[in-house]
């Protein structure tokens, strides 16, 4: 099971949103509003800034978060792509 970091819970805060553990086979993370399920995000299988932090260190972690912007900047479309960014990057 995915270890929600105290950061993701800030950036969801900001947002107005509450993040649980996922209970959705391969996704890392719930996200609700007003205690409705809106979506999950975040594939297991794939490190987040969060992750890449504490196991490579921020300087890493900065350079991943940058690419993942990169390559994810069209995902900004959409709420949950948003979200996801927001909250694990």
Do not use: C
């Not at 900065?62 to 979200?83: A, C, I, M, N």
């Amino acid at each position: 099971m995915y270890n929600i970091t105290e950061y993701s819970y800030e950036k969801a805060g900001e947002l107005g949103l509450t993040i649980k553990p996922s209970t959705r086979k391969g996704k890392k993370i719930d996200v609700y509003k007003d205690d409705d399920y809106l979506f999950s995000i975040g594939s297991i299988k794939n490190f987040d800034y969060p992750t890449y932090i504490s196991e490579k260190g921020k300087a890493y972690a900065e350079t991943r978060k940058k690419l993942y912007h990169q390559r994810h900047r069209k995902d900004l479309k959409h709420f949950k792509g948003f979200v996801a960014m927001y909250i694990l990057w």
